[in-house]
């Protein structure tokens, strides 16, 4: 292997997909799971409701805004060792948590230090794979993510039987096995060289030039103001169903079908970003504008039909700006920066994700319904496509590029970063 | 004639006629006639209870059905004959019931039928999973009058036998329609298998069966090494794999191949 190559675009690329893969499952997979738990530890410790669902709360906290030490670890040593080293700590949370004997034991095994295990490994895994990739960046990006949807509809009946079979903390202590495979995943990282690799630096500096970099700050308030709206149908879907006269049956079957067309949006965005022409921002702001718009008619729909087509568009057109949002990075900040951009972006918009519900939920308590929830989701999915379309680059017909091959991301080693500072 | 044994003779017969029991007397205690016990069978045919009041000196105000002490509704009526149909009966219908008679100035009165049915197990756990060391409860709810009597078996060799308390670790409560079987300190040789609770009166029998379920500690601990056992040769093919393709290749750490570029250069 040359050092200082360009992206593979295939090749041991692929088995970067699949640890990829099977990262997302075993992270989000299992924190989407755990509500399973949550009966069995409501009835174990005899506290209420809303103390144990902090577990969860702390953990993803965790995992988001520690991102950017991952990221930071990663461009010091690599994204293996980091992976590897994160894979340890997440299953030695769940190990230490199947000896809980109060809930404070559970805040911190599962919440701190499977959480931070988890911040170390999906934010390095997922910069890893943008840097394996430039021509078929977001496919492998779609293929990846669909992880996190698979992993949701196998874990949760894996666990409810594990649950009656082992009690909870042999429970906990499978799902500490199972959580372990990330350390196979992250063996899986082989490192790459790529050619802007020198000229990006070491961590301080990365994240001292992202900082002042115009469009990155832009990407990253677009990408916040999308995550404020993008997760409240999937906690308030089935309570407005509820309130319409659904039955529990029909709407948690509705929000298999969201999670369907979910996964088949990411693949077919995470194709055409690839084939269509132009940066992939116009993609993503495609998306980004129809997920708002169809958020936004929810509280119009009344009838059932309405509804389940206004669901798998939702599915569709959320799912599909998933790997688009992740594989425009590379465009902006270049691949030498990769992994800081991923770990900042993740933090930041973590905000927006932990805003987003309770403040749904305080217009429904305000209003009565859920109309104003849903119309301010879209509302900030809107403002988020706008932000994006002040990116530099947006309304020209291709990617500007110096010489060489046309693929995304910066084009040769005479500095980038002199060439993205300059567009300010 | 003499004028002094007529007045006698008159006082005589007044005295006779006061000694008598007087018209009201024989009238004090009302009577009722009932349509007597009844039990329900197997298929359930309607059942009629029936109150006849035949004689009373006072005035009737009211009357009214009681099951087990409680009057039922809807059924208070001004009548001296009384009925009570039930048209499905089940076990739950059964009880002590009262026909009560309400009267003007006078103690009311009642008469009593019993309707008898087979015990019927309302409400039992169908299985019990608990951890070696944890206490197990069993229950058996039933309807049926009279109430039961409880027996709890456990099943060995494909037979019910009754369940000797050996090592002191079993304490069953017994109430009227109720019965509740505890297992303390489970342990994981002995306990676990199908236990039965039996409520018998003096009409029939019924049973419904719970299965106790007693997991280990280290249940989980087999398939947790197994695991850990393959993640550990994953990962040694996988590096294996890597070395023997590139042998040359240090991969790790950007920076050493940040200086192996600018040595290039």
């Known amino acids: ?424 | 004639m003499s004028g002094s044994t007529l007045p006698s003779a008159l006082v005589i017969s007044l005295l006779l006629v006061s000694l008598l029991p007087g018209p009201g007397a024989a009238q004090n205690e009302p009577s009722i006639v009932t349509s007597g016990e009844v039990t329900i069978g197997d298929p359930a045919l309607p059942i009629t209870l029936q109150c006849n009041l035949t004689s009373s000196s006072h005035i009737l105000t009211y009357s009214y059905w009681t099951k087990n002490g409680i009057e039922l509704t809807a059924t208070r009526k001004n009548a001296s004959n009384m009925e009570y149909r039930i048209s499905k009966p089940r076990a739950e219908d059964s009880g002590e019931y009262h026909c009560v008679y309400h009267f003007h100035s006078a103690p009311k009165a009642n008469a009593t039928i019993e309707v008898k049915a087979a015990p019927a197990i309302t409400g039992h756990k169908r299985s019990e999973n608990k951890n070696e060391g944890q206490d197990a409860m069993m229950y058996c709810k039933s309807v049926g009058y009279p109430h039961p009597e409880w027996v709890w078996r456990r099943k060995e060799n494909g037979l019910f036998m009754d369940i000797a308390n050996n090592s002191g670790r079993f304490f069953i409560i017994n109430k009227e329609n109720y019965t509740e079987l505890s297992i303390m300190n489970l342990q994981i040789t002995e306990d676990p298998g199908v236990y039965q609770c039996n409520a018998t009166n003096s009409v029939g029998t019924h049973s419904e069966v719970t299965i106790l379920r007693v997991r280990s500690h280290l249940a989980p601990l087999w398939p947790f090494l197994g695991i850990l056992a393959e993640i550990i040769i994953l990962v040694v093919i996988i590096v294996v794999y890597e070395k023997r393709k590139r042998p040359d290749e240090v991969p790790d750490a950007p920076k050493e191949n940040q200086l192996y570029q600018q040595s290039q250069r």
């Open chain 1, 1 to 424: 292997m040359a050092r200082g190559s360009e992206p593979p675009d295939g090749g041991w690329g692929w088995m970067v997909v699949l640890s990829a893969f099977f990262q997302s499952a075993l992270v989000f997979g299992v924190l989407r799971s755990f509500s399973v738990f949550f009966v069995e530890f409501v009835a174990a410790f005899g506290e209420p409701a809303a103390r144990v669902s902090w577990i969860a709360s702390i953990g993803i906290a965790v995992q988001q805004f520690g991102s950017p030490v991952g990221s930071a670890l990663s461009t010091k040593f690599g994204p293996r060792p980091v992976v590897m080293a994160g894979g340890v700590l997440a299953a030695l949370g769940m190990l230490l948590a199947s000896f809980a004997t109060s809930l404070t034991h559970l805040y911190l095994s599962i919440g701190l230090l499977s959480g931070s295990g988890w911040a170390l490994t999906f934010t390095p895994t997922l910069a890893c794979l943008s840097r394996y990739f430039s021509r078929l960046r977001s496919l492998a990006m779609g293929l990846a993510l669909t992880g996190v949807g698979l992993s949701s509809f196998a874990f949760a009946p894996l666990f409810q039987w594990l649950l009656s079979y082992y009690a909870w903390r042999g429970t906990l202590l499978l799902v500490s096995a199972i959580s372990l495979h990330l350390v196979a995943c992250g063996a899986l990282l082989r490192p790459l060289s790529l050619t802007e690799d020198p000229a990006a630096g070491g961590p301080g500096a990365q994240l001292a030039s992202l900082l002042h970099h115009g469009p990155f700050l832009r990407y990253t308030v677009a990408l916040t103001l999308i995550n404020t709206g993008y997760f409240i149908p999937y906690v308030h879907l089935v309570a407005h169903l509820r309130d319409l006269g659904w039955d529990p049956l029909p709407a948690a079957f509705l929000l298999s079908v969201i999670a369907v067309s979910d996964l088949v949006g990411r693949v077919v965005s995470g194709w055409l970003g690839d084939v269509a022409p132009g940066p992939v921002a116009r993609l993503l702001v495609l998306w980004t504008t129809l997920t708002g718009v169809s958020l936004a008619l929810f509280p119009v729909a009344q009838a059932p039909t309405a509804l389940v087509a206004l669901a798998v568009a939702y599915g569709f057109t959320s799912g599909a700006l998933t790997p688009v949002a992740f594989s425009m990075l590379p465009e902006l900040v270049g691949t030498g920066r990769i992994y800081c951009g991923l770990g900042l972006v993740q933090m930041v918009e973590s905000i927006g994700g932990l805003l987003g519900a309770p403040l749904s939920g305080y217009l429904r308590d305000v209003t009565g319904n859920y109309t104003a929830s849903f119309v301010v989701a879209g509302v900030f999915l809107l403002a988020g496509s706008g932000v994006l379309i002040t990116l530099p680059h947006f309304f020209c017909v291709s990617v500007p590029q110096a010489s060489g091959p046309r693929h995304r991301g910066t084009g040769s080693p005479s500095p980038p970063a002199k060439e993205e500072l300059g567009e300010d």
